[in-house]
């Protein structure tokens, strides 16, 4: 059987408590290996499967544990177990309940004298039984593990579909027992496919219908209600696992059709200390499709952290009065009788404007919060919010900040299956949004209560499975008192990232940390309450508010920011008598692009801007220069940062034009921002970061930050927040970006792109945004991406170019513009492609998908059919 040595087989003859008989059990058990090494076992994993799998489930980390133990790491000794009527163990031909299984657990452990410390690991219902183990041992009990699994199921809630057509009445036993339908289809969920050998393994144990009559005792014994035998045990061990105070790891597969992520989501409320990842694109047989096995010793070895979450705190936390902390809200209440300007909306359905005062937003503000607590939303619930930039966004957000909510960000821009798995990913309490984003809500079976935005028709409401309008949670806060104020250190928000490096990460934010980066903005670019914002960028829509000044948001669609427009930016600034613009890099291409059309009034409406800024991702000399222009009397800055910390270092045109004749391959960035920290993990021969991050100049590798502002974590994503921090200083929090670059002597930062974009050439490690500058200095050139192709350690590089004028279909580039390439470029290309366009990622319409692009020039250098990137 692949990946399972015989010599981990055992078999005991174990006495059943309740019938005082014995059955044989089979099981997988890795003392006898480490003995052999000489080494003494730091504790029992102690495995548990499901239905229909068996102890072949965790062979991945049977062998790893012996390998780590070998390698010299703490050793671990691994016990898998075959429940009793499954796998290999004995078949009894007695019915065997929840409440049974836990008792064979513990009988089969009392008959090993098993001692602790014992952390348990356990998958789909074996994850159950596992839970009840540890509930009932709590002098072994070292910590608890589980892949996809329940602890608990919601009353009125139906059972997965698939588990209720396999349990139903003339289904049960063909599905389960008298076919193996149950089992092929379980196996078939695996992505990628399960290979031939290893499926046929996992049917080995059950081979006939009398020795898969424990699969169907298992979906029989699933609780649908309270009428059910084993709902009082499932109960039981629910009630004891948020009792659990042991550290614990949460591994999940977010496609499951079976155990979504409601149930993990209830796993995070009872175990809220959990350390949490999703992986993303895995199922239900996670242990087959993801390395969980490096995940769970890496766990183990480290002792059990607490960063992979977003979780509520204590509910009896005081509010912190510390000196240093000022709510993002303060400036709400200082300004509250004002009735001046807070937020202007320039993109008001049908044209004109909107004009919302500080006492106005100020009252909104609280009698959402009050609303909203009277519906049932708590302190740490979350709250998707599903509303484009605007007074009502601005209303709804700082509502939930006062409250003690904990904000959900996803942008539009991220598309329908990227908003999906972020919302689906987050799992909130709460949706507030329009009917568009309600629909996708019922559409895609998004969770949480919802609330509209507008009145709708009785009819579309009960279609959209509405609780409550946005009108009605403010009559129901009118005169009702605030909830108490959250601590600065609670949860306060979860801000999804762009996705253009992969899926769309879920970024935690206490409040102390977002009312840092508000401080940071505000000293560093001279905000006070008299400054005014146009913001054309959404991540910085919200902050005007916090600021103490009044924002516009210009007429755009701001999930494409190619549609702002010249005359949008100038009107804006009008409107709100702006001295700072803020412009995402895509805006401000569309923005020069249209500066044809502005006005004499538009322009002397942009000539009194002092401050612009472009953020979301570095922009070159040229086109900040053009965007300089139209605002004659602003200091241009481009500030570089990132979702997990908006403000890293900052750069102004003439900063760019005084490094222009440097050496520096890159874009420079400029310096540190304020009391901001970047360091260099310099770039191995292979193109991995394991540098210590220093700050010596001239050292290629990955951009290590740290700020007050820094996020706290990736949102159930503790894999990657681990990842994100591995040897970084010890002194505050660090955070290593996956961008490449190097520091210069004056300590400035050039960015040369991003660690999975580096081509590992035989000449060492490559970053591809030096060449693309040079390549991007031809007439013929509007845009140019290098990528590799080649085995590693060798690759080759190829230029991929939007030519000008563009060309009408991808394929080799024209000899001239490929001979004025290659004199251009440093560095030797083996081919140069031309396409119509580069492909870039959705929110920032900036950032090219070299990994794409990587992928594509390969296959079509290789003759292969030639289509768009």
């Known amino acids: 059987m692949p990946g399972l040595d015989p010599r981990w087989s055992r078999t005991r003859l174990v006495p059943d408590s309740r019938s005082g008989s014995a059955h ?45 133990a070998d390698a010299g790491q703490p050793a671990w000794r691994v016990i898998a177990v075959d429940q009793l009527d499954m796998g290999f163990s004995a078949r009894t031909g007695v019915t065997r309940p929840l409440a049974q299984r836990v008792r064979d657990l513990a009988d089969f452990t009392d008959s090993l004298a098993l001692d602790g410390p014992v952390v348990t690991l356990g998958h789909d219902w074996g994850g159950v039984v596992a839970f009840g183990w540890a509930v009932d041992h709590p002098d072994l009990l070292a910590g608890v593990m589980s892949l996809n699994t329940a602890a608990h199921h919601p009353a009125g809630v139906p059972i997965p579909a698939p588990l209720r057509l396999a349990g139903a009445r003339g289904v049960l036993a063909a599905s389960t027992v008298t076919t193996s339908a149950f089992l092929d289809t379980t196996l078939r969920l695996a992505r990628p496919a399960l290979d031939p050998a290893v499926l046929e393994a996992y049917r080995a144990p059950y081979g006939s219908a009398e020795r898969r009559r424990g699969i169907g005792g298992f979906v029989a014994d699933i609780p649908t209600d309270a009428r059910h035998d084993s709902f009082a045990e499932l109960q039981r061990i629910a009630a004891g696992v948020a009792e659990l105070t042991v550290p614990a790891l949460l591994l999940w597969g977010p496609r499951d059709p079976i155990f979504g992520d409601r149930y993990l989501d209830d796993l995070v409320d009872r175990l809220p200390h959990a350390d949490v990842h999703r992986f993303e694109g895995a199922g239900h047989l996670i242990a087959d499709e993801r390395d969980y096995a490096s995940a769970v010793l890496d766990w183990l070895c480290e002792g059990g952290t607490t960063s992979g979450t977003a979780t509520a705190p204590d509910t009896d936390t005081d509010t912190d009065t510390s000196a240093s902390f000022t709510p993002l809200w303060a400036a709400l209440d200082n300004r509250r009788t004002d009735t001046d300007d807070a937020v202007i909306d320039m993109a008001v359905r049908g044209g004109g404007e909107r004009h919302v005062s500080w006492q106005q937003l100020d009252d909104r503000v609280r009698r959402i919060a009050a609303g909203l607590a009277s519906v049932g939303v708590q302190k740490g ?37 990227g908003l999906s798995r972020a919302v689906r990913g987050a799992w909130p309490d709460v949706i507030i949004g329009e009917a568009r984003g309600l629909a996708a809500a019922r559409a895609l079976g998004w969770p949480g209560m919802r609330i509209s935005v507008a009145r709708l028709p009785w ?37 999804f990232t762009s996705g253009s490096t992969g899926p769309a990460k879920g970024v935690a934010y206490t409040h102390r940390q977002l009312s840092a980066l508000r401080d940071v903005l505000a000293a560093h670019f001279g905000i006070d309450e008299e400054t005014g914002l146009v913001t054309g960028f959404a991540p910085f829509a919200l902050l005007g508010p916090a600021l103490g000044t009044r924002s516009a948001t210009p007429a755009m669609d701001v999930s494409a920011p190619r549609t702002l427009t010249a005359r949008a930016v100038a009107a804006a600034v009008r409107a709100s008598d702006s001295r700072i613009v803020f412009l995402s890099p895509a805006a401000i291409l569309n923005v020069v692009a249209t500066a044809g059309a502005l006005d004499a009034d538009d322009r002397t409406a942009l000539a009194t801007v002092r401050t612009f800024l472009s953020t979301g991702a570095p922009v070159g000399e040229a086109l900040l220069a053009a965007a300089a222009e139209l605002m004659p009397n602003a200091e241009p800055h481009t500030p570089y940062g990132m979702t997990e910390c908006l403000l890293v270092t900052d750069v102004t045109l003439d900063g760019i034009r005084a490094v222009g004749g440097a050496a520096d391959r890159g874009v420079c960035v400029g310096s540190p921002i304020g009391a901001n920290r970047v360091l260099i993990s310099a770039l191995d021969a292979d193109g991995a970061a394991v540098g210590t991050p220093r700050s010596t100049p001239g050292v290629l590798g990955e951009v290590v930050i740290s700020a007050a502002h820094l996020k706290s974590a990736y949102d159930r994503l503790w894999l990657t927040d681990r990842i994100s921090t591995l040897n970084t200083p010890d002194d505050g929090r660090w955070h290593r970006t996956g961008d490449v670059g190097h520091l210069d002597a004056e300590g400035r930062l050039w960015i040369e792109g991003r660690l999975p974009h580096v081509l590992t050439t ?20 509007r845009r140019a991406a290098l990528v590799g192709v080649g085995p590693a350690g060798l690759r080759q590089a190829v230029a991929v170019i939007e030519t000008l004028p563009a060309v009408t279909r991808p394929g080799l580039a024209a000899p001239d513009v490929t001979g004025d390439i290659r004199e ?19 929110r920032h319409n900036s950032k090219i998908d070299r990994t794409r692009l990587s992928v594509w020039a390969e296959r079509t250098l290789a003759g292969g059919r030639i289509t768009s990137p």
């Open 824 to 842: 251009r470029s440093s560095v030797p290309l083996v081919a140069v492609l031309a396409v119509p366009s580069l492909p870039t990622d959705i």
């Open 762 to 781: 035989a000449d060492g490690p490559l970053a591809p945004v030096g060449p693309e500058q040079q390549i991007e200095g031809s007439a013929f050139v």
């Open 24 to 68: 044989e059990w089979h099981y997988l058990d890795t003392l006898d290996e480490l003995q052999k090494l000489g080494v003494r076992p730091v504790g029992t994993i102690l495995a548990v499967h499901g239905n229909p799998t068996w102890s072949y489930l965790w062979r991945d980390l049977v062998s790893a544990s012996v390998r780590a």
């Open 459 to 495: 009819a579309t409401r009960r279609l959209l499975a509405v609780d409550y309008t946005l009108g009605e949670v403010v009559e129901r806060g009118t005169g009702a008192p605030l909830p108490p104020e959250p601590a600065a250190d609670d949860p306060a928000a979860i801000l």
């Open 381 to 417: 619930h979350r709250v998707s919010v599903l509303v484009p930039p605007g007074p009502t966004l601005t209303a709804v957000v700082y509502a939930c900040l006062r409250m003690g909510a904990v904000v959900v960000v996803a942008d539009a821009g991220l598309g329908v299956q």
